[in-house]
């Protein structure tokens, strides 16, 4: 059965660092397309960053390009989204989901599903 756990939320000063991890179980991650998601406190969700499966194509919506980077270890079949020079503006929770029809950008979000229950990440003084 598929499943994705997400993991590494917390509280962070602005400024600072997080790292989350994707931890996938009953597929093989690294031929899907993953994608990262966020839904702040009365906002929509909307998609941060996806990976592309079988190459190295990543995406990144502008307001987090340049601070995020997310990445996979095929061996532990995980995907990671490591966060720097966080905003309160990032505060939301995050979830990881995985592209349900092959073909096209990874960052046709509405074609995601699965998705884990989510992990909380809050950028605060």
């Known amino acids: 059965q598929l499943r994705l756990v997400e993991s590494g939320g917390g509280l962070v000063q602005p400024g600072g660092t997080l790292s989350l991890s994707c931890a996938a179980s009953?597929?093989?991650?690294?031929?899907?397309?993953i994608g990262w998601f966020r839904q702040a406190p009365g906002k929509e969700r909307e998609g941060v960053s996806c990976i592309e499966g079988w190459s190295v194509s990543t995406y990144y919506i502008d307001s987090v390009k340049g601070r995020f980077t997310i990445s996979r270890d095929n061996a532990k079949n995980t995907v990671y989204l490591r966060m720097n020079s966080l905003t309160p503006e990032d505060t939301a929770v995050y979830y990881c989901?995985?592209?349900?029809?092959?073909?096209?950008?990874?960052?046709?979000?509405?074609?995601?599903?699965?998705w884990g229950q989510g992990t909380q990440v809050t950028v605060s003084s």
């Open positions: 989901a995985v592209k349900t029809r092959s073909g096209g950008v990874c960052s046709l979000w509405a074609q995601y599903a699965s």
């Open positions: 009953g597929f093989t991650s690294s031929s899907y397309d």
